[in-house]
């Protein structure tokens, strides 16, 4: 049993100074007069301050303008059918939202997230608790990557001999951290995939090594790539795909290091844009090689 000592408490019917709230099984069981936890396993000194029950908002776009991510990733409008009724928001949602733990940390315990208003009927909204929950990586592992992999069996007759799927993992600051990356990426490549990962967007978590040692067709990004990390992209067969628009378009303070790229992939020699490094070598030097002998 829990106890909240709360100096005032909005119980929704009325305030009431200087109250005793017991929960037990994260509900209340009863509200008593005066400061007394009388012998509570757990007690919450709030004495000074204000109670209330959680919050709700009506109206939000929570999981869907997922804040800190470009806006090209948002998934709370449909830009194609004016009318929609079909979709479902609740399809959409990104549960590590940096505004769900906002959201709760103000006191909003529930929401209803709605479709933007792109669309004359955007579709269904969805209520749901701002409770936040790590088990999304479970289900991603466990679910969702053998479910894409059984339905690439089913379909890759239709392909070309040898054509290769990948998972693609957004290693950064609000979305996956270095330790979530890895194991994601170790369950895709055990399944069979090939692997990308997007790093070093907005902070520098360690995803450009780890899409190295997991032999990762290409990282992608590259703004706040630390030097020695470049250093060893530019040894592998890993592409380094840098997106200088994204930063500038976003007003960032960092850019891509287009330069330092160059000269790290310069430092290997010549004799090594062959065989092994030509995905990544023949490219930087066709591309940018040629613009400087100009």
């Not at 969702?144 to 998972?167: D, H, N, S, V």
């Not at 996956?176 to 170790?186: T, V």
Request: charged share 25%; aromatic share 6%; proline share 5%.
């Amino acid at each position: 049993m829990k106890a909240i000592l709360a100096g005032t408490a909005e119980t929704g019917l009325g305030r009431r100074e200087g109250v005793t709230l017991f929960v037990d099984g994260g509900k209340i069981a009863d509200v008593v007069a005066g400061l007394d936890p009388r012998g509570a396993d757990e007690v919450i000194d709030a004495s000074k301050l204000v109670v209330t029950p959680g919050l709700i908002d009506a109206h939000t776009h929570i999981g869907t303008y997922c804040e800190g991510f470009p806006a090209e990733m948002e998934d709370a409008n449909d830009m194609v059918n004016p009318v929609a009724p079909q979709l479902r928001i609740l399809d959409a949602i990104y549960q590590d939202d940096t505004a769900v733990a906002d959201a709760l940390a103000g006191g909003v315990t529930c929401v209803q997230t709605l479709p933007g208003s792109g669309n004359v009927i955007g579709g269904q909204g969805a209520v749901i608790k701002t409770v936040t929950s790590r088990g999304g990586r479970k289900l991603v592992v466990e679910e969702m990557l053998p479910a894409a992999w059984a339905k690439w069996e089913a379909l890759r007759y239709a392909f070309p001999q040898g054509w290769p799927i990948f998972c693609d993992v957004f290693c950064e600051d609000g979305a996956f951290d270095l330790a979530q990356s890895r194991r994601i990426l170790e369950a895709a490549k055990r399944l069979g995939f090939r692997l990308k990962i997007h790093v070093d967007e907005f902070a520098p978590l360690g995803g450009t090594p780890l899409a190295v040692e997991l032999g990762a067709a290409s990282a992608d990004h590259l703004v706040t790539t630390p030097a020695d990390h470049i250093t060893r992209l530019a040894g592998s067969a890993t592409i380094g795909v840098a997106l200088p628009g994204t930063p500038f378009g976003l007003a960032h303070r960092d850019y891509s290091p287009g330069r330092a790229l160059i000269d790290a992939l310069r430092e290997l020699g010549p004799d090594d844009f062959t065989v092994e490094n030509e995905r990544m070598g023949d490219r930087f030097w066709h591309l940018y090689g040629q613009e400087e002998n100009k």
